[in-house]
Structure formats: C-alpha cells, structure tokens
C-alpha cells in the first residue's frame, strides 16, 4: 500500500504547480515577491489554536492526548501538533507559548492568547459553573495589548529577561493569526436555539471579530492570516445531539454547516472590508472549511480513513458520547472503561469528538500554506503582502 504520507506530499507539490504556473503567467517577473521573515507570531483563537492557554488556566487535557508527538498531554486538545505549530516551524520558530502559562515559557518569538472554548462574542456560561472559556476575543486583545506593554518594560530588565521576551521591532514585523468562531455557532446550537435563529446571530459575531482585527492593527499589526470556520456539522458532538438533522452526502450535517458557510461568507465580507479601511495591512483569508470538508467527503483520496469516526471516545455510531469524554474512565454495566485512542490515528480525521488528529492538522496546513486556499491567493510565506500582482 502507497503511504498516505507520499500522496499528501504529492497533493502539496500539486497545488505548488498550480501557484508556480500562476505566478509565472500572471505576475510580473521584474516585480517577484520576496518571502516574508516574520519574527514573531502572535495568535488569537480556540482549541483549534491553542498551545496551552485552557490547560495552564484551568486542566491539562489528560492522556492520550499528545500521544502522537509529544508523547504525553502538551496542552493541546489533539493527539499531536496543531495548525499554529505547523505554521510556527515553517518559519523556522518555536512552538508558541501560551500567555496564560506561567511555567517555562519563552516569548522571543511570539505568544498565543488563544484557549479551548473561547469565543468571539462575551460568553453566556463559563468554566467552571459552564462550558465555555473567559477567554473571549475582547479579552484575548486585552491580554495582548499588556503583553505588549510589559514584556518591552521586562525585557529592559536586562538578563534572563531580554532572552524571554520578544524585541519591540517584532510586533510591526509579526504575523497575527487568528482562528475563531466555532464555539460561538457551538454555543447556539446547544443553547436550543434553531438553525434560523443561530444564522442570524452571524453578523453580530462577525462585527465582534473586526472589531479586534481593527484593534489590533492600530496597534501596529500589519500582516494578517485568518482562517475561516470548519465544517462544524461533521464533528461528532454535532452528530450525536442532532441525530434529527438532514445529513449531506458525506454523512455531516447539512444545515449546521450552512450555518458555519454562512460565517464563512460573512468573515470574507469583512476582511475585504478591512483590507479596504487598511490599506497598509496585508490580510490574508484562509478558506480551511474546504480542505476540512474534503477530509469528510473523499477521506481515502488522502489517506485517511472512517472520517466521522472519533478516535479517541466510546459508544454509538460515531465513538462518542457526551459522558465518555477522551481520557476520562466511565462505567458501563458496572464496570470501569479507560475511554482510550484508536490503534492508528494517524489514519484518522477526528481525534475526539471535537478536535482534528495531528494527521488531519498536518494535512490541512500543507493545503493552506500554499496559497492554494488563500484569498489573496497567496501562500503562508508571503502573507506579508497585500496582494499578488505587485
Ligand atoms: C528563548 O528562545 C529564544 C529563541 O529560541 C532563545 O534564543 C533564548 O535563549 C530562549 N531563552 C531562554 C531563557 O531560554
Ligand atoms: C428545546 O427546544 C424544544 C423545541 O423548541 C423544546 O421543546 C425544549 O423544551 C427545549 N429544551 C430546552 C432545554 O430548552
Ligand atoms: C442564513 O442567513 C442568510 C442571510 O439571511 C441566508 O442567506 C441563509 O440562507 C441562512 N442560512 C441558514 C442555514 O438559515
Ligand atoms: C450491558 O449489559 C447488557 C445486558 O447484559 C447488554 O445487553 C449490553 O450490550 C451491555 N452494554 C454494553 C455497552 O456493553
């Protein structure tokens, strides 16, 4: 059998070609954009981004999380590396350190304000009475707009300080990166809302979300990548509570994903907007739903497998269940149950219910570094430019 490392590396020459063949005929040679150095990242997110933030605030995710890449649980809900630490070492910088951790971090190159369960708009339930993370997107600019005041103070403390702490001349020159709004439609759905009624909170979500992206700049950011909602209505947490849902050919369900298309054009509408107030910014739309989707509607295309399928969870149809969380021990008839991670997740697109596999992750960051998925299409290393014709 072929490995599905080679196809996937097959599929990201392709789209290379694609961009190479794009480059060369539609832009002026004379002209070439260069590669972007950025020296820092500076992330804003959920548990689609986050390196550690919900675990140094509240509990580590427990084993088998991490079991992949960090060989135990490293703070982030996967079984490996997220789509930011792919992004992080393809510029050659380290994983990002969240900012609420207080224990070993490093911040030269960066810091991520992103935790699980965050949301755009201000919460209705929190941890620990709710689900759903303090951390929303205000908080997160807020969090990043002392950061930036008091590591430049820290670092003049000189010593151990100035090599923990990231130089001022990084912050114009970093990339902010941001991947958030899940839980925001989340949220809705399981707070009994219908379909109709979630859709049409959209607008206001997305006004949130460019609010802090205008934050943000006036604060000297100027190389935006925002990637796009996923298809919520393939995950299993979605599946199991709505069974009653229309399903689509892939098995996802159709009007929740329509709900997160819906976001998805909204969030387009908006970063042209701001691309148009800033015209100094370069920010770059990055459309992850559909290579996400493409895990769920042609898994074996790319190597994987049982796409609907949890890895890590127990019971039903999908491996999951509400009580059977990953790396938790339930009872079933009077017995206890480890709820432990399938034999080969590197096969596998859903780590928990929830969350992708690192195999997944890796994926979907060699379709989106290309530019292949990118509006303008430009791919990661040149998101420092505000488009590709010049
Ligand atoms: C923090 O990371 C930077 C860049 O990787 C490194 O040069 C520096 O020595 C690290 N600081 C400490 C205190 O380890
Ligand atoms: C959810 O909505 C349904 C139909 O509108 C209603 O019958 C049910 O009581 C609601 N449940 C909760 C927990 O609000
Ligand atoms: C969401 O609202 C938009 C704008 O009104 C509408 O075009 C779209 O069909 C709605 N989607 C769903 C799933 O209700
Ligand atoms: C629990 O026990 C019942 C009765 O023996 C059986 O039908 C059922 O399949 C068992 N459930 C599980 C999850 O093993």
Avoid at 102 to 110: C, D, F, K, M, P
């Amino acid at each position: 059998m072929e490995s599905p490392s080679t196809i996937r590396v097959a599929t990201s020459l392709c789209y290379f070609c694609v961009l190479l063949s794009f480059t060369t005929t539609v832009i002026d040679p004379v002209v070439a954009l260069e590669n972007c150095k950025f020296p820092a990242i500076f992330n804003l997110g959920d548990s689609n981004s986050d390196t550690g933030g919900y675990a140094a605030a509240f509990s580590q995710p427990p084993w088998p999380y991490g079991r992949t890449f960090f060989r135990m649980p490293a703070g982030r809900f996967s079984d490996g590396r997220l789509m930011i630490d792919f992004i992080a070492n393809s510029f050659g910088l380290p994983f990002l350190s969240a900012y609420l951790n207080s224990l070993g971090s490093n911040y030269t190159n960066g810091a991520n304000f992103a935790t699980a369960a965050s949301t755009i708009r201000l919460p209705t339930s929190i941890i620990p009475a709710g689900g759903l993370s303090p951390f929303y997107l205000d908080l997160q600019y807020d969090q990043f707009v002392q950061f930036k005041s008091r590591t430049l103070k820290i670092r003049k403390r000189g010593g151990v300080y100035k090599d923990l702490m990231p130089k001022e001349e990084y912050f114009p020159k970093a990339l902010y990166t941001l991947d958030i709004g899940q839980n925001d439609l989340g949220e809705g759905f399981f707070a009994n809302k219908s379909i109709q009624e979630v859709n049409a909170t959209v607008p206001d979500i997305i006004n949130g979300f460019s609010t802090n992206v205008r934050r943000i700049y006036k604060s000297g950011a100027r190389s935006f990548w925002i990637h796009n909602t996923g298809p919520i209505g393939c995950l299993a947490y979605i599946l199991v509570n709505f069974q009653a849902a229309q399903r689509d050919s892939a098995g996802c369900s159709k009007p929740h994903n329509e709900v997160a298309q819906y976001f998805n054009y909204k969030l387009k509408e908006a970063v042209a907007q701001l691309r148009k107030d800033f015209p100094l910014a370069a920010i770059t739309y990055v459309d992850v739903y559909s290579v996400k989707y493409s895990l769920f509607s042609q898994p074996k295309k790319y190597g994987f497998e049982l796409p609907l399928v949890v890895c890590c969870g127990y019971g039903g149809e999908y491996n999951y269940g509400n009580d059977a969380s990953c790396g938790s021990t339930i009872t079933v008839n009077g017995s206890q149950i480890f709820v432990g991670s399938c034999e080969r997740p590197s096969l596998r697109v859903n780590w928990d219910g929830v969350h992708y596999t690192e195999a997944a992750n890796k994926f979907v960051f060699d379709q989106i570094s290309s530019g292949a998925f990118s509006d303008p299409p430009l791919p990661l290393k040149m998101a420092c430019h505000r488009n590709a014709s010049y």
